[in-house]
């Protein structure tokens, strides 16, 4: 029998059939596209979580100080009368005055209550407009609470401390009610936020603000507000990039001679450091500013300006502690050469060859700086070739 090529096929297991759906090369796309889109929506959440989760605590601090706030009435109905006789006259309002006849005034400085008249006279005198200034610093403070922690310690950091806040009991009851203690907690969380702002760039004008805000709480509660002050200054002077002559306005060698020797030190190292070996350096800055306020009064410039000759004046300088012959001949140079001392016989104490005095200029100094380290080179050549 002859076969065909179709009889051929006959009895052989039939070849199987192509599948419909996906190629190999269309699964392939797929599992990258999968891939691609769980990345995506893995940076998504990493970027969204923290929004939510504040979001979710600012929403419970709003919910535990908002819920049912229409029971509490006018809550302190002393501070309530005075609010709606503010809202009677200018005169009431400027006073903060208890009564319509403008006699006497409440026990508390005006801001706060400032605040709450405002209120009443936009949505109407009512239990909800008095308490509405309070229930908003609530949750603004829980708000300012979480950047403050946050940006330093974290974001895991802040959402606990925000949600704290929010449902520490303390914190919802103040929140609840017109004695204007809600403010103040904002207010001084905001000047926290101004003096951590004044540690970091070591601006002037984020300790001005701090200074305002927490006038503005002497203005909501008188002395409460200053409880944080001492804290406050500690951390920047403790803390601030600035220099010291930055934080304290002076550079005052009794002062400095009176300082721990460990806050010195710190100031050193603070970056860029002073010296290649802070510690050393401080310790040495602190003894000539301990000899400077006991023999001269504190006055640096009376080692030179009291000497009766040359002589005498690099005497002066040498009984000074950390100064040898070299550091004695370049002060000297720099004395006479950039600020014009030249007491008698000031030719005889000069030295005859380049000094840190010789640099008028950034490339003067360069050029000093090259030399000096060529000579110190050759001397080190020297001594080798000597041993």
């Not at 103040?184 to 004008?205: D, N, P, S, Y």
Request: net charge positive; proline share 6%; hydrophobic share 50%.
């Amino acid at each position: 029998m002859i076969t065909t090529p179709h009889h051929a096929h006959v009895g052989a297991p039939a070849a199987p059939m192509p599948r419909p759906g996906l190629r190999p090369s269309d699964s392939a796309r797929c599992a990258r596209l999968a891939r691609f889109r769980l990345a995506a929506f893995t940076r998504l959440a990493a970027w969204h979580w923290p929004r939510l989760a504040l979001g979710a605590v600012l929403a419970l601090a709003a919910l535990l100080n908002f819920w049912q706030l229409d029971r509490l009435g006018y809550a302190n109905t002393y501070y309530a009368a005075a609010v709606k006789s503010m809202l009677q006259s200018w005169h009431n309002f400027v006073f903060v005055s208890f009564d319509p006849g403008g006699f006497v005034s409440i026990d508390k400085p005006p801001l706060g209550f400032w605040i709450e008249t405002a209120s009443a006279r936009l949505f109407g005198f009512s239990g909800l407009s008095l308490l509405l200034p309070e229930v908003l610093a609530g949750v603004l403070s829980v708000a300012v609470l979480y950047r403050l922690v946050a940006r330093i310690w974290g974001r895991g950091a802040g959402l606990l401390a925000a949600l704290f806040l929010a449902v520490t009991p303390v914190s919802v009851v103040t929140a609840r009610n017109n004695t204007i203690d809600s403010l103040l907690v904002l207010t001084v969380l905001l000047a926290a936020w101004a003096v951590a702002r004044a540690v970091e760039t070591g601006q002037l004008r984020w300790l001005l603000l701090c200074a305002v805000l927490v006038g503005l709480g002497f203005n909501i509660k008188m002395l409460e507000a200053y409880l944080v002050v001492p804290a406050f200054g500690l951390v920047y002077l403790v803390g601030a990039r600035a220099s010291w002559r930055k934080r304290l306005g002076h550079l005052d060698p009794g002062r400095i001679a009176a300082m721990p020797p460990q806050e010195l030190e710190a100031v050193f190292r603070e970056k860029p450091a002073i010296h290649r070996f802070p510690g050393a350096m401080a310790e040495r800055v602190q003894r000539l500013c301990r000899d400077i306020a006991e023999r001269f009064g504190g006055d640096g410039s009376r080692v030179w300006t009291e000497a009766t000759s040359g002589c005498d004046m690099a005497e002066r300088i040498g009984s000074l502690p950390g100064f040898g012959d070299m550091k004695v001949r370049s002060l000297t140079a720099t004395l006479v050469k950039q600020f014009d001392v030249k007491p008698q016989g000031w030719q005889e104490v000069m030295p005859n060859h380049p000094t840190l005095g010789d640099a008028d200029s950034a490339e003067a100094l360069a050029e000093y700086q090259a030399g000096k380290r060529a000579h110190k080179q050759a001397l080190r050549a020297q001594q080798a070739g000597n041993d």
